[in-house]
Protein backbone atom coordinates (compact mmCIF):
# COMPACT_ATOMS: atom_id res chain seq x y z
CA UNK A 1 0.00 0.00 0.00
CA UNK A 2 2.74 2.25 1.04
CA UNK A 3 4.84 2.02 -1.73
CA UNK A 4 1.70 1.96 -4.13
CA UNK A 5 1.08 5.78 -2.82
CA UNK A 6 5.08 6.39 -3.15
CA UNK A 7 5.27 5.59 -6.76
CA UNK A 8 1.93 7.42 -7.73
CA UNK A 9 3.30 10.28 -5.43
CA UNK A 10 6.42 10.26 -7.68
CA UNK A 11 4.65 9.46 -11.09
CA UNK A 12 2.21 13.45 -9.94
CA UNK A 13 5.64 14.79 -9.71
CA UNK A 14 6.68 14.22 -12.91
CA UNK A 15 3.82 14.84 -14.76
CA UNK A 16 3.61 18.51 -13.01
CA UNK A 17 7.55 18.87 -13.74
CA UNK A 18 7.46 18.05 -16.89
CA UNK A 19 4.44 20.09 -17.95
CA UNK A 20 6.03 23.15 -17.02
CA UNK A 21 9.30 22.76 -19.30
CA UNK A 22 10.14 25.11 -22.26
CA UNK A 23 10.14 23.78 -25.75
CA UNK A 24 13.09 24.34 -27.19
CA UNK A 25 13.98 24.19 -31.07
CA UNK A 26 16.06 21.46 -32.75
CA UNK A 27 17.97 24.27 -34.26
CA UNK A 28 21.36 24.23 -32.07
CA UNK A 29 23.78 26.80 -33.80
CA UNK A 30 21.16 29.96 -32.74
CA UNK A 31 22.24 31.73 -29.53
CA UNK A 32 19.48 33.24 -27.37
CA UNK A 33 20.35 36.44 -28.93
CA UNK A 34 19.30 35.53 -32.16
CA UNK A 35 23.20 35.22 -33.57
CA UNK A 36 24.45 32.13 -35.81
CA UNK A 37 26.96 30.68 -33.40
CA UNK A 38 27.90 27.96 -35.86
CA UNK A 39 29.80 30.52 -38.06
CA UNK A 40 32.66 30.93 -35.25
CA UNK A 41 32.38 28.06 -32.95
CA UNK A 42 33.16 24.61 -33.30
CA UNK A 43 31.34 21.99 -31.58
CA UNK A 44 30.30 18.27 -31.27
CA UNK A 45 27.91 17.09 -30.30
CA UNK A 46 27.89 14.77 -27.20
CA UNK A 47 24.97 11.92 -27.50
CA UNK A 48 24.64 10.39 -24.41
CA UNK A 49 22.01 7.51 -23.29
CA UNK A 50 19.71 8.88 -20.91
CA UNK A 51 19.66 5.66 -19.37
CA UNK A 52 23.16 6.61 -17.39
CA UNK A 53 26.12 4.25 -16.89
CA UNK A 54 23.90 1.53 -16.27
CA UNK A 55 24.27 -0.29 -19.55
CA UNK A 56 28.29 0.50 -20.35
CA UNK A 57 27.06 2.85 -23.20
CA UNK A 58 29.30 5.45 -21.43
CA UNK A 59 32.79 5.04 -22.55
CA UNK A 60 34.81 6.55 -19.65
CA UNK A 61 31.97 6.61 -17.01
CA UNK A 62 31.35 3.26 -14.81
CA UNK A 63 28.72 2.20 -12.20
CA UNK A 64 30.17 1.92 -8.29
CA UNK A 65 28.72 -0.72 -6.43
CA UNK A 66 28.21 -0.99 -2.62
CA UNK A 67 28.41 -3.92 0.04
CA UNK A 68 25.25 -4.69 1.66
CA UNK A 69 23.87 -1.67 3.74
CA UNK A 70 26.80 0.29 3.22
CA UNK A 71 27.87 3.84 1.63
CA UNK A 72 31.04 3.60 1.92
CA UNK A 73 33.42 3.01 -0.75
CA UNK A 74 35.56 0.43 -1.22
CA UNK A 75 39.03 0.02 -3.00
CA UNK A 76 37.65 -0.95 -6.08
CA UNK A 77 34.92 2.22 -6.29
CA UNK A 78 37.63 4.44 -5.52
CA UNK A 79 39.74 3.01 -8.61
CA UNK A 80 36.48 3.55 -10.82
CA UNK A 81 35.83 7.09 -9.40
CA UNK A 82 39.18 8.19 -10.23
CA UNK A 83 38.47 6.81 -13.89
CA UNK A 84 35.47 8.82 -13.69
CA UNK A 85 36.85 11.75 -12.66
CA UNK A 86 39.39 11.71 -15.22
CA UNK A 87 36.38 11.61 -17.61
CA UNK A 88 34.79 14.45 -16.27
CA UNK A 89 38.17 16.61 -16.29
CA UNK A 90 38.27 16.20 -19.99
CA UNK A 91 34.63 17.00 -20.51
CA UNK A 92 34.19 19.89 -18.30
CA UNK A 93 31.15 21.48 -19.81
CA UNK A 94 29.11 18.24 -18.88
CA UNK A 95 27.54 18.21 -15.19
CA UNK A 96 26.89 14.95 -14.00
CA UNK A 97 23.91 13.41 -12.16
CA UNK A 98 24.92 10.54 -9.63
CA UNK A 99 21.91 7.94 -9.02
CA UNK A 100 21.81 6.35 -5.29
CA UNK A 101 20.32 2.67 -5.55
CA UNK A 102 19.68 0.11 -3.13
CA UNK A 103 18.44 -3.76 -3.15
CA UNK A 104 14.95 -4.26 -2.44
CA UNK A 105 15.37 -5.46 1.04
CA UNK A 106 14.61 -2.65 3.59
CA UNK A 107 11.35 -0.18 3.96
CA UNK A 108 10.95 2.52 0.88
CA UNK A 109 11.94 5.10 3.55
CA UNK A 110 15.27 3.52 4.50
CA UNK A 111 16.62 2.60 1.10
CA UNK A 112 15.76 5.87 -0.06
CA UNK A 113 18.13 7.13 2.47
CA UNK A 114 20.42 4.72 1.62
CA UNK A 115 20.48 5.66 -2.13
CA UNK A 116 20.65 9.09 -1.07
CA UNK A 117 23.68 8.73 1.09
CA UNK A 118 25.26 6.48 -1.64
CA UNK A 119 25.18 9.46 -4.27
CA UNK A 120 26.81 11.82 -1.44
CA UNK A 121 29.57 9.33 -0.54
CA UNK A 122 30.30 9.43 -4.42
CA UNK A 123 29.80 13.11 -4.72
CA UNK A 124 32.07 13.67 -1.49
CA UNK A 125 34.79 11.55 -3.14
CA UNK A 126 34.45 12.93 -6.79
CA UNK A 127 35.09 16.39 -4.47
CA UNK A 128 38.56 15.05 -3.09
CA UNK A 129 39.09 14.33 -6.69
CA UNK A 130 39.44 18.08 -7.94
CA UNK A 131 35.89 18.19 -9.60
CA UNK A 132 33.18 20.85 -8.44
CA UNK A 133 30.45 20.37 -6.58
CA UNK A 134 28.44 22.58 -8.96
CA UNK A 135 28.99 19.98 -12.14
CA UNK A 136 27.41 17.46 -9.59
CA UNK A 137 23.85 16.56 -8.80
CA UNK A 138 22.53 13.43 -6.80
CA UNK A 139 19.38 11.82 -6.50
CA UNK A 140 18.32 8.51 -4.70
CA UNK A 141 15.88 6.10 -6.62
CA UNK A 142 16.08 3.96 -3.44
CA UNK A 143 15.04 0.13 -4.73
CA UNK A 144 12.99 1.38 -7.44
CA UNK A 145 15.13 1.04 -10.58
CA UNK A 146 16.83 -1.86 -10.19
CA UNK A 147 19.31 -3.40 -12.61
CA UNK A 148 18.67 -6.59 -12.00
CA UNK A 149 15.16 -8.40 -10.80
CA UNK A 150 15.62 -11.06 -8.88
CA UNK A 151 15.97 -12.36 -5.16
CA UNK A 152 19.69 -13.77 -4.74
CA UNK A 153 23.66 -12.61 -3.23
CA UNK A 154 24.07 -11.93 -7.27
CA UNK A 155 21.04 -9.70 -8.07
CA UNK A 156 21.22 -7.54 -5.39
CA UNK A 157 24.61 -6.97 -5.31
CA UNK A 158 24.02 -5.55 -8.66
CA UNK A 159 21.52 -3.22 -7.53
CA UNK A 160 23.29 -1.76 -4.53
CA UNK A 161 24.91 1.22 -7.29
CA UNK A 162 25.72 4.52 -8.14
CA UNK A 163 25.49 5.43 -11.30
CA UNK A 164 26.37 8.70 -13.74
CA UNK A 165 24.10 10.42 -15.62
CA UNK A 166 25.17 13.02 -17.88
CA UNK A 167 23.03 16.55 -18.20
CA UNK A 168 23.07 19.23 -20.03
Known amino acids: MLRSLFIVGLASLLIVGCKGRDKTTSDD ?14 STPMNFNTEGSDSGSIAGLSTVFFEYDKSSLSAEAREVLKANAEWM ?21 YNLALGERRANSVRSY ?6 PGSRINVISYGEEKPLVQGESDSAWARNRRANFVPVQ
Open 29 to 42: SVNAMGGDMGANVE
Open 89 to 109: KKNAGVKIQIEGHTDDRGSIE
Open 126 to 131: LSTLGI
